[in-house]
Structure formats: structure tokens, C-alpha cells
């Protein structure tokens, strides 16, 4: 449920409104926006009476929600969320361009390839140390060292970093990394989101390989629903019968969970195409469709790389791709911050 303030309340009056709906053993959750202050009732609703709630003078009104999310749903919060990673924004017109190799392979690596994609207009490092492979018997990442050399690039190049966690017991290793993944094998980790939650750090959600967009925002509800509000969720393809691509770009998730939610939404070309040349058209079509950000995988020898050669882009290519994106950014009314 919500409801929804007439505007210029004072503060104390919200104030009081809150505590007065808090003794109905509900939770709340205050948006306060440019033109709107919305309270957000979780809890079991059947006990408030929309009634009672409607006559108080500073309510303009009280909706009920149906939508099982709920502090993820744009009717508790109307203006974009905008999450800050180490200084990088992410939503309400600040777009962000992740970019780096799928996995950490050594610290020289790590830094060229830094330096490159920063020099073309990235504004986050990633690069998985922790990977979550198919075979146990393929490249699992550098691990703990994987983020000591991503710490380093950061130091040298002057980046925020977003890499993967898969085991809540790594947590500590992730101590000064500006924005947690989950990837898309552990999006109904719930235990792992409720820990989360518990920390300040962004999170990045993907989109699980088979899920719902609601199943997806749920996720995100997990983590918020234990204090942690800073989440930004990625389309990075689902699975379908297509077999031509290594997934389907779901594009039409970007506008629909926009819709639903206030929540900054990117996408990852490079996991939905799953190869290189495709990378570029998906990219423009996911800024086309509303997009907060992208998330591309870079590599300095893609035939060489130790995952995911196929669908990294050289730093050239990226390059280049970025001059394409810098001008539909143009036309969408975003930027790099
Ligand atoms: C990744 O970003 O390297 C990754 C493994 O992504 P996903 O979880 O989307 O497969
Ligand atoms: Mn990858």
C-alpha cells in the first residue's frame, strides 16, 4: 500500500504520520521526492483502513499495491534512483559503461587493458576474479589475487571496480571492490542476497538464464528488503531455443522493468550475444531502448583470452564503439558522468 502526501507537508507532520502508521506494526518506506513524498506500507496491510488513512488532512491519497515488490516498485519511489559506484553514477540521465575482460588474468593484463578502455570513455573496471565456469575443469579465476590486481588497476588507472561474488564466505575480499556482481547463476541465491543486503555496497543483479522479470525484481527485494537500496539490474540475455546466439537479448526488459521500477537498469551485450559482432548492435539497441548503462567485455587478445574470447571486443573495437554510443547517449540526454 501506499500513500501518497499532498505536497509542501512539513517534515514534522510526515514525521508523525509515519510513527502513527508504524504503531500498525507495518514497516514504511519514505520517498521523498522533487514534487512527491510517498510513504510505503510493507507488512500485512488488511489491518490499515484505506478510510481512516484517506481523511487525514496531509494525505492526498492511499493505493493499494498489488505488485509482490515492493521497495523495488516505482510506485513506492517515483523518481529514478540514481546508485553511486565509487564516484560513477548510474540512472536519472548518468549513464555507465563498464568494460574490461571477463576474468582477471594477470596484473599487467588487468592494468593495459584499464588504461585503454578509461582512455575511450569507460567509467567502471570490471573483471571477474571469482568465475562461475560450466566445467570445474575450465580457467575458475585468480580469486582473492584476482581482486588484490583489480585493486591495483584501480590504483593506477584511476577506475571504480565491479566484479563477481559467487560464496558469501568471500566477503572480505570484496572490502574496498565499488560494486558487488551477482551473476545470473546466483540471482536466486537467497541467501547470498539477504547477506548482501546487509552491506552499503552497490549491487550489480543480473538477470538469471531463465527468469521472470518479476522473479528478477524479487531478487532485487531480497537485497533491499534488509537495508541495501543500491542496486542496478542487467539484462544479459536469457535462454530460449535459439542456438545461433550464446543467449537472447531480451531488449524489451530494459523499458518494461523502467517502468515497473525505479531501480537504474543496464545491459551486458557481450554475455547475450556471446559473440564479438554482435556486440556493437546490441550495445546501440539497449541505449535506444532506455538503457543506464552498458557492460562490455574487453580484451587484449581475445583469441588468447583464458573465458569468453569469443565475445570481447579489442580495445580498438571499444574504442570505437564508444564514439557510436557517445552520440546516442546525445539523443537520449545521458552522460558518462
Ligand atoms: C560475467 O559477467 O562475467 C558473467 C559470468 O556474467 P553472467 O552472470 O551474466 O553470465
Ligand atoms: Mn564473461
Not at 553514477?89 to 563498464?98: E, H, P, R, S, T
Request: proline fraction near 5%; hydrophobic fraction near 40%; charged fraction near 20%.
Amino acid at each position: 500500500m501506499i500513500v501518497i502526501l499532498k505536497q509542501g507537508v512539513p517534515q514534522p507532520q510526515v514525521k508523525e504520520l509515519i510513527q502513527q502508521l508504524e504503531e500498525l506494526h507495518l514497516k514504511t518506506h519514505l520517498s521523498q521526492g522533487e514534487n512527491t513524498t510517498i510513504i510505503g506500507l510493507i507488512g500485512d496491510t488488511t489491518v490499515v483502513d484505506i478510510d481512516t488513512i484517506q481523511s487525514i488532512p496531509i494525505v492526498e491519497t492511499v493505493k493499494r499495491v498489488q505488485e509482490p515488490y515492493k521497495k523495488a516498485n516505482r510506485k513506492f519511489h517515483a523518481d529514478d534512483t540514481v546508485v553511486n559506484a565509487g564516484g560513477t553514477l548510474i540512472g536519472g540521465g548518468n549513464f555507465a559503461v563498464m568494460a574490461g575482460p571477463c576474468s582477471v588474468e594477470s596484473e599487467e593484463q588487468i592494468i593495459d587493458i584499464a588504461h585503454r578502455v578509461k582512455q575511450s570513455g569507460a567509467n567502471l573496471l570490471r573483471g571477474g576474479a571469482f568465475k562461475p565456469r560450466t566445467s570445474p575443469y575450465a580457467f575458475q579465476g585468480l580469486e582473492g589475487e584476482g581482486i588484490r590486481l583489480l585493486l591495483a588497476a584501480k590504483k593506477e588507472v584511476g577506475l571504480p571496480i565491479v566484479t563477481e561474488i559467487m560464496d558469501i564466505r568471500d566477503l572480505d575480499y570484496f572490502a574496498e571492490v565499488d560494486m558487488i556482481q551477482v551473476g545470473a547463476r546466483n540471482m536466486q541465491n537467497f541467501r547470498l542476497l539477504k547477506e548482501l543486503g546487509r552491506c552499503q555496497t552497490p549491487i550489480l543483479l543480473k538477470r538469471g538464464l531463465a527468469n521472470t522479470m518479476e522473479e528478477w525484481l524479487m531478487s532485487a527485494e531480497y537485497i533491499m528488503a534488509e537495508g541495501n537500496e543500491n542496486i542496478v539490474l542487467c539484462e544479459r540475455g536469457i535462454r530460449t531455443f535459439e542456438t545461433m546466439t550464446r543467449n537472447t537479448f531480451d531488449v524489451s526488459a530494459i523499458p518494461l522493468i523502467k517502468r515497473l521500477s525505479h531501480l537504474p537498469v543496464i545491459a551486458d551485450p557481450s554475455h547475450a550475444g556471446g559473440l564479438s559482432y554482435l556486440v556493437p548492435s546490441l550495445a546501440k539497441s539497449a541505449v535506444a531502448a532506455g538503457a543506464d548503462g552498458l557492460m562490455i567485455e574487453v580484451h587484449n587478445n581475445p583469441p588468447k583470452a583464458l573465458s569468453d574470447g569469443p565475445q570481447s571486443l579489442t580495445p580498438d573495437q571499444f574504442a570505437q564503439l564508444m564514439e557510436e554510443i557517445k552520440k546516442y547517449l546525445a539523443l537520449e540526454q545521458k552522460s558518462l558522468s
